[in-house]
């Protein structure tokens, strides 16, 4: 069988994202990306730009809201609050693996 | 075709109304969602808790559903004869198809026929997967090959699970909880729609030296009291090959060592550091030779480790 190598994408700060690719990859429809802006779960590299563009590891949240949205029936102002708390957690997780890692003898 | 019980999967009766059905989902989905659950098998859970729901929510869905009997979980089975023509326009066969693609498939005789009369683009689904990979890999960057069911629609609009096998590589610098987009390397789309993207969650396995936070790196150093005490120059081993590093005399337990620049590389440009937490080693089998050496030292040894503990009595009393 062919195997062929295919290159990936980092989904990071160092990529950008228009308003409408972001819509197009995460499935979640341009006015709500634009309210969950608004509620600044989402933030514009240049906010004052006429065509917003967003950072590529937006996409990683608009997925899960996409998929939040799709599966618990959330209106918008749910989905922000559940984003919200996810990234509280995510933040938490990553300084509880900081902390992991620096305490000699720990495991990972 | 193997048969899922989609009602025992919610725990409910196979008469259960559609508002206990939802109630069911509801309690089982904020339980294991991928994006909100810490359960071990969340995502293998939640396909089955959602596979189940998008057939019994719908009730020309559920009634094929029941029509196709009853068998244990796990059964090979075969719907019965007429229920193919009562349910679907389109002929396929029933042996290479699953339970779930075939209920994803089927939107009733009237729907179907339209979608392929209008011909309408159908894109491919996205994917994902956790790639796990060593800390090496992730220093240098690794090939690996991904072994993958993916959904792919048939000549007839019906989902199948196929599966591919390609190569992807991964670039150095990726590290715990990066997210890396494959585009086009999902499923494949219908009626000319475009193909899905892959998505690729890497988790970092663990290793028997370093513990990683972020792309800086965490290293314990043992050292001899005496190398502690006088100082040494050491060799420590990090990813990209031993150094030598310089212990200051009266190194404490505890200190962390910085060698800035010798952790894991970062996507685009520059590198983590690495940590060396000091530890002092202390042998548990001496000569007897040695412990005539740390009774002198012992005895000649004006150092009091504890004097802070006295200090804090007198003020106490």
Redesign the interface.
């Known amino acids: ?1 062919k ?10 700060q ?1 990529y950008q994202l228009s308003l409408a690719d972001l819509s197009a ?1 995460s499935g979640l429809p341009k006015a709500d990306l634009l309210e969950l802006v608004d509620y600044g779960i989402f933030v514009p590299i240049d906010p004052k730009a006429a065509e917003q563009a967003f950072h590529a ?1 937006c ?2 949240a608009a ?2 809201a996409c ?2 949205r799709r ?2 029936d959330l209106d918008t102002q749910g989905l922000a609050l ?1 984003l919200t708390l ?1 990234e509280r957690i995510h933040e938490l997780e ?1 300084q509880l ?2 902390l ?3 305490v ?5 | 075709m193997k048969y899922k019980d989609y009602y025992s999967i919610f725990g409910i009766a196979r008469n259960a109304s559609a508002a206990e059905i939802k109630a069911a989902y509801r309690k089982l989905a904020h339980k294991y969602h991928p994006d909100v659950s810490k359960e071990p098998d969340a995502e293998e859970k939640f396909k089955e808790i959602s596979e189940a729901y998008k057939t019994l929510k719908d009730p020309e869905k559920r009634a094929a559903y029941d029509q196709l009997g009853r068998y244990q979980s796990g059964q090979e089975f075969k719907p019965p004869p007429d229920w193919q023509q009562q349910y679907s326009e389109t002929h396929f066969s029933f042996d290479d198809i699953d339970l779930s693609d075939l209920f994803a498939g089927l939107r009733g005789k009237q729907q179907h026929t339209k979608r392929d009369s209008r011909k309408i683009p159908i894109p491919g689904q996205d994917y994902e997967v956790t790639v796990h990979i060593s800390l090496e890999e992730a220093y240098s960057g690794a090939e690996v090959e991904l072994d993958l069911n993916m959904p792919e629609y048939d000549e007839n609009g019906f989902a199948r699970r196929v599966p591919h096998t390609f190569k992807t590589r991964i670039p150095k610098g990726a590290t715990d909880g990066q997210r890396l987009r494959v585009p086009g390397k999902g499923g494949k789309g219908f009626n000319g729609g475009p193909p899905g993207d892959l998505y690729i969650n890497i988790v970092l396995r663990p290793h028997s030296l370093y513990r990683p936070s972020g792309h800086d790196l965490y290293l314990d150093l043992p050292v001899a009291p005496w190398e502690a005490v006088l100082g040494a120059t050491i060799e420590v081993p990090t990813p990209g090959g031993s150094v030598r590093l310089k212990i200051p005399a009266g190194t404490h337990a505890g200190q962390h060592l910085r060698l800035p620049k010798r952790g894991l590389p970062k996507p685009h440009t520059g590198e983590g550091d690495l940590f060396a937490i000091v530890q002092i080693a202390v042998p548990s089998v001496i000569s007897e030779r040695e412990r005539q050496l740390y009774k002198q030292l012992a005895e000649g040894s004006a150092f009091n480790p504890r004097g802070h503990f006295e200090q804090e009595g007198h003020h106490e009393s």
């Open positions: 069988m195997v062929e190598l295919t290159e990936v994408r980092w989904l990071d160092h990859l590891d996409l990683v997925r899960t998929r939040l599966d618990f559940a996810l990553a693996s900081d992991r890692a620096r000699p003898g720990h495991p990972r």
